[in-house]
């Protein structure tokens, strides 16, 4: 796993490390301290700490002028034994929320298992938003299916169409109107 790098292709647009609304502001990232692991692997020094053992992220982009951030996931998400929801909605989406962001896209190639408890930070998330949203994209079908069973999809946006969306090729303005437009179909019915 620790050569599992966050998607670094938009550096030139954002670094969380260097955005001073991002909750990841300063941090000092060297190449080659390889200090963070989930369980017994160690993981890439890119990925970000929330405060779970399990679960780390990287703010991979955010436009405050379009509300929109997308953030890409690595680990085990186990609301269960570390409840990592609190975690990541606390330490991170909260910062994101106070500086206006309200659409969320959450990139999950990296979780390799999802454990639910109960849903009340997602609620709470999704009652915050708005006229926002929070879309999983290539999250695995196993996860997808833990996160469906745990009823969770009445707050985060689950479509085929994200299932296996080539995200890399796109620009992160495009991905939002694309998500957007799910969103408004949906709306619609």
């Known amino acids: 796993m620790h050569d599992i790098e966050p998607y670094f292709n938009w550096l030139h647009h954002y670094d969380d490390e260097e955005d001073e609304r991002s909750p990841f502001y300063g941090n000092d990232v060297e190449e080659d301290d390889f200090k963070n692991q989930i369980y017994n692997h160690i993981i890439h020094p890119r990925w970000e700490y929330i405060g779970s053992p399990t679960l780390f992220a990287k703010i991979i982009y955010a436009e405050y002028d379009q509300c929109f951030c997308i953030i890409e996931l690595i680990g085990e998400w186990n609301d269960t034994l570390y409840n990592d929801v609190m975690h990541f909605k606390r330490n991170v989406i909260d910062v994101l929320l106070a500086e206006g962001i309200n659409k969320f896209m959450l990139i999950g190639e990296n979780v390799l298992i ?76």
């Not at 299932?163 to 969103?183: G, H, K, V």
Request: net charge negative; glycine share 2%; aromatic share 16%.
């Open 114 to 189: 999802f454990h639910s408890s109960d849903d009340c930070y997602y609620e709470e998330w999704f009652d915050e938003l708005e006229d926002g949203w929070i879309a999983m994209t290539n999250f695995k079908p196993h996860v997808l299916s833990e996160i469906q069973e745990a009823n969770l999809d009445q707050y985060v946006l689950i479509d085929r169409q994200l299932d296996d969306l080539n995200w890399r090729t796109f620009n992160p303005s495009t991905i939002c109107a694309f998500i957007n437009s799910i969103m408004q179909k949906r709306l619609a019915y």
